[in-house]
């Protein structure tokens, strides 16, 4: 192997798509902060009246640029914004940008995608599909290409129960789903397999992508579920509510008390920060094995980036740590104490929902109409609900994974490049991991300072009682309903 990661770029340029997502903010971030490059090109749209370039320089003086701040206090001259819609025949470049793509990039990681689970199948093979599709067009016509990473995702071939890192058929390819959206058809019936159209979408641009293996130096990684950072630029740091974050956000607050999800399964989560120096791994891999400038019969290289295989943790132990976290530092404007009874038993949750959720929702509303407020609860416990309802596939199921390509690469790197790009899971430490994620949760999703522990400490030792009062209410009218109506 040639160079180390960091020089790997050289004075080169990079583009990058969904660089104002999750993902793509640490992405830019960690490659303006430990690698050299000459320009960083980012693809983004205008959006909820925000013009592209406005949308960049609001998320750069976000608390995650803090640190670049300080470390290259002049990273935004390396940063070039490219007005740009994946939807878009030709992405909506503008000629200018087009050719100064065409031009300069030398490096290109896709990131841009929807992650909405409840995505109409029309949209999320629009932006999915069609918009991988736009960029690989692009690349095909890029001067000096280097390398090209696609980000994917673990679960992509989630009716499977063993991934290995392989391309899998389809019944359908991307082109017959899009003739047939274009048809208006009803949509296929091998989605049913899947859970959901984002991973769907997912599964079939892999197959598109398989179709460019002699015509870019391309790879594909394939996370499993992003959480949050571990240490990079700061522990904790996580920015939406989507996925494992909401929930953790729901129990800490002590909202969400019945959930399906079965506790004996293995969960498979990868911190956002490790992730991103993956993805730089991989790059670096997908240069080298393209350096002969020869990309005819290299078939793009897959890595599943996964945690289970060499370090695995089951949901029980997972939960147990989101308790130890929430012990420690609990939020302030929580609702109430937390605590929640998962099960694998759609009919128990079902029950489950109406005694711990509907109920006491109706309620807390019924105390806001007559203090003259609007009701709210019901309404978030719906959407709290229809949101776990989303994940039930990825928190009932567990799926084998191999990632002998990603541990390859691993063994592959230098010290120096494993100290600064750090993706390895041996002795990874949960128990830390978990107890940070919840930190950051209160942080980052919830607004709290820990200013406010003392408090909150105090309030929830309150909380616990009232809690315990309420249990041995329920008990006594429990014994006091059976006395009357079966003696
Ligand atoms: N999060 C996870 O747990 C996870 C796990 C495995 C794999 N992944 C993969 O990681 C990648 C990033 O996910 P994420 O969690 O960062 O998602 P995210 O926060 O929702 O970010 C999505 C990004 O894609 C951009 N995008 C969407 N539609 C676009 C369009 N039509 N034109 C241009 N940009 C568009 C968004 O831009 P706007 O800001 O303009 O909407 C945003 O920057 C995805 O490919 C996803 O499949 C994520």
């Known amino acids: 192997m040639e160079g180390s990661i960091a020089e790997l770029f050289g004075n080169g340029t990079i583009f990058i798509t969904g660089s104002t997502g999750f993902l793509g903010k640490i992405l830019t971030e960690k490659l303006l902060r430990s690698c050299s490059m ?17 949308r960049i320089t609001d998320i750069c003086n976000q608390s995650m640029f803090d640190r670049l701040r300080i470390e290259k206090p002049d990273f935004m001259t390396k940063i070039k914004i490219i007005d740009g819609d994946l939807e878009q025949p030709s992405l909506g470049l503008s000629t200018e940008d087009h050719d100064w793509l065409i031009e300069n990039v030398n490096f290109v990681f896709h990131c841009a995608a929807t992650v909405k689970f409840n995505e109409t199948l029309e949209i999320a093979t629009r932006i999915n599909i069609q918009g991988t599709e736009n960029l690989l067009e692009l690349a095909t016509q890029i001067n000096h290409l280097k390398g090209y990473v696609h980000v994917s995702t673990a679960y992509s071939h989630s009716p499977r129960s063993e991934i290995k890192e392989q391309f899998y058929p389809v019944s359908i390819s991307a082109e017959e789903l899009k003739n047939l959206i274009k048809r208006d058809e009803n949509p296929p019936k091998v989605l049913e397999d899947w859970s959901n159209t984002y991973t769907f979408t997912k599964a079939l641009t892999e197959n598109l992508i398989s179709t460019y293996e002699n015509k870019l130096p391309i790879s594909i990684v394939r996370p499993s579920i992003i959480g ?17 974050s909401g929930v953790i956000a729901a129990l800490t607050i002590g909202m969400l008390r019945t959930m399906q999800l079965s506790t004996d399964k293995i969960s498979d989560v990868v911190p956002l920060d490790y992730t991103v120096n993956a993805l730089i791994g991989v790059m670096w891999d997908t240069v080298n094995r393209h ?11 897959i890595y599943n980036y996964v945690s289970s295989v060499e370090s695995s943790i089951r949901r029980e132990k997972f939960i147990q740590y989101i308790y130890e976290g929430y012990y420690q530092i609990p939020p302030l404007e929580s609702m109430w104490y937390m605590f929640c009874i998962f099960t694998a038993n759609r009919w128990i949750v079902n029950i489950l929902r109406f005694i711990l959720h509907r109920i006491p929702g109706a309620l807390v509303d019924l105390s806001f109409v007559i203090r003259g407020k609007k009701p709210k609860i019901l309404k978030i416990y719906k959407k709290i609900e229809n949101s776990t309802d989303l994940l039930k596939d990825f928190t009932t199921r567990e799926w084998k994974f191999d990632n002998s390509n990603t541990r390859e690469l691993w063994s592959s790197l230098s ?73």
């Not at 899971?425 to 107890?435: G, L, P, S």
């Not at 030792?461 to 109506?485: A, G, P, Q, S």
């Open 228 to 244: 949050c950072t571990k240490s990079e630029p700061e522990p904790g740091w996580v920015d939406n509510m989507n996925g494992l």
């Open 38 to 54: 000459k320009t960083i090109a980012l693809l983004v749209r205008s959006k909820k009246g925000f013009d592209s370039n406005q």
């Open 415 to 487: 010290q120096e490049d494993r100290k600064t790009f750090w993706f390895g899971f041996e002795e990874f430490d949960w128990k830390e991991y978990i107890k940070c994620y919840v930190y950051g949760v209160r942080k980052h999703l919830l607004h709290e300072d820990l200013s406010n522990i003392p408090r909150a400490l105090s309030k929830h030792r309150k909380l616990y009682w009232l809690h315990l009062l309420c249990i041995f209410l329920i008990v006594c009218i429990v014994f006091l309903v059976y006395w009357m109506f079966m003696t």
């Open 291 to 301: 350096r002969d400038g020869n990309n005819k019969n290299k078939e793009p290289k």
